[in-house]
T-cell receptor, first 117, second 114 residues
Framework: DAGVIQSPRHEVTEMGQEVTLRCKPISGHNSLFWYRQTMMRGLELLIY????????DSGMPEDRFSAKMPNASFSTLKIQPSEPRDSAVYFCASRTHAGGASTDTQYFGPGTRLTVL | QKEVEQDPGPLSVPEGAIVSLNCTYSNSAFQYFMWYRQYSRKGPELLMY????GNKEDGRFTAQVDKSSKYISLFIRDSQPSDSATYLC??????????????FGKGTHLIIQP
């Protein structure tokens, strides 16, 4: 199993540019989470999907952020336009959604390190 | 007040020592408690999982939850240099849907000196 795959691993862009981060969850997992990690705020949940449907996007900081999950094997997080304060490591995680405590393990990808100049 | 408080450290201890890591939280609805380990420039990985109050042991690791005090702990016995990492506590409430996102502490940076 390849685990959760994220691309790109590093992204450097200039303020105002559009940024798209990509995630491929573990095959068979039907919940997907996007997190952002900074030194100041730690690891924060941005949005999560169950069966490709967005369930809770209350963590998305503002309208410049959007996320989609067109199918069970792919999700994107887009920032448009990007700002320097968006610089962070963005993690994608996936898990099986079966409603029971035994399936609560979230598997994290390696993250995308975003720098906005 | 943040929902989950965790001392960022760094916490430096000699090899073989017992390590105690802690988090406090304010949301009494939290029922599922986890500890994740994160190595530098890697994603977090689940280390321990506990439901409600009580203790859970797995090898050198013991997780404790005291819901009455809203306090959780992770103990590492016979600490090794390979245990050097950032340890994040995480928790979530119960919901019928089941797949809630997690609320994390900021993490404690642990250094085990050889």
């Amino acid at each position: 199993d390849a685990g959760v795959i994220q691309s790109p691993r590093h992204e450097v862009t200039e303020m105002g540019q559009e940024v798209t981060l990509r995630c491929k969850p573990i095959s068979g997992h039907n919940s997907l989470f996007w997190y952002r990690q900074t030194m100041m705020r730690g690891l924060e949940l941005l949005i999560y999907f169950n069966n490709n449907v967005p369930i809770d996007d209350s963590g998305m900081p503002e309208d410049r952020f959007s996320a989609k999950m067109p199918n069970a094997s792919f999700s994107t997080l887009k920032i448009q336009p990007s700002e320097p304060r968006d610089s962070a490591v963005y993690f994608c995680a996936s898990r099986t959604h079966a409603g029971g405590a035994s399936t609560d393990t979230q598997y994290f990808g390696p993250g995308t390190r975003l720098t906005v100049l | 007040q943040k929902e989950v408080e965790q001392d960022p450290g760094p916490l430096s201890v000699p090899e073989g020592a017992i390590v105690s890591l802690n988090c406090t939280y304010s949301n009494s609805a939290f029922q599922y408690f986890m500890w994740y380990r994160q190595y530098s420039r890697k994603g977090p990985e689940l280390l321990m999982y506990t439901y409600s109050s009580g203790n859970k042991e797995d090898g050198r690791f013991t997780a404790q939850v005291d819901k009455s005090s809203k306090y959780i702990s992770l103990f590492i016995r016979d600490s090794q240099p390979s245990d050097s990492a950032t340890y994040l506590c995480a928790m979530r409430s119960h919901s019928g849907g089941g797949a809630d996102g997690l609320t994390f502490g900021k993490g404690t940076h642990l250094i085990i000196q050889p």
